[in-house]
C-alpha cells in the first residue's frame, strides 16, 4: 500500500511563491506518474500538474508558466513549485500516484492520494 504525505502548505500573499512536498511510503514510487491536484471549496477536483516515470511533465491551463513539478526518486518525493500566486489559486493541493507510467489528467486514473495540504493566497 502506498501512503502519500504532503507538506508545505500555508499562507502567502498575492504574488509571493511557495513549495510543497509530497513524500511516498511503500510501492515502488520511481515507477509512478506522480500528479498534483487541487480542490477549492464548492469547486472540482483540477489538475495542475504531473511529471511521469520518463520525467516529463505537463501542467494544467489555469497554473501553466506558474509551477513547476519535479521529482527526487532517491527521497521518494514529489515537489510543486508555485510562483505568482493569486487569490485564486486558493485551494487544498493534493498529491497522486499512478502506477501507470503514463499518468492522467483526470484524477479518477490516480490510485493513492495523500490526505492534502491547504494553501492559502491572501493579503
Known amino acids: 500500500q502506498v501512503q502519500l504525505v504532503e507538506s508545505g502548505g500555508g499562507l502567502v500573499q498575492p504574488g509571493g511563491s511557495l513549495t510543497l512536498s509530497c513524500t511516498a511510503s511503500?510501492?515502488?514510487?520511481?515507477?509512478?506518474?506522480m500528479a498534483w491536484f487541487r480542490q477549492a471549496p464548492g469547486k472540482e477536483r483540477e489538475f495542475v500538474g504531473r511529471v511521469i516515470r520518463s520525467g516529463n511533465k505537463y501542467y494544467g491551463d489555469a497554473v501553466k508558466g506558474r509551477v513547476t513539478v519535479s521529482r527526487d526518486n532517491a527521497k521518494n518525493t514529489v515537489y510543486l513549485y508555485m510562483n505568482s500566486l493569486k487569490p485564486e489559486d486558493t485551494a487544498v493541493y493534493y498529491c497522486a500516484a499512478d502506477e501507470s507510467p503514463y499518468g492522467t489528467q483526470r484524477p479518477e486514473g490516480y490510485e493513492y492520494w495523500g490526505q492534502g495540504t491547504q494553501v492559502t493566497v491572501s493579503s
Open positions: 511503500g510501492g515502488s514510487f520511481s515507477e509512478y506518474a
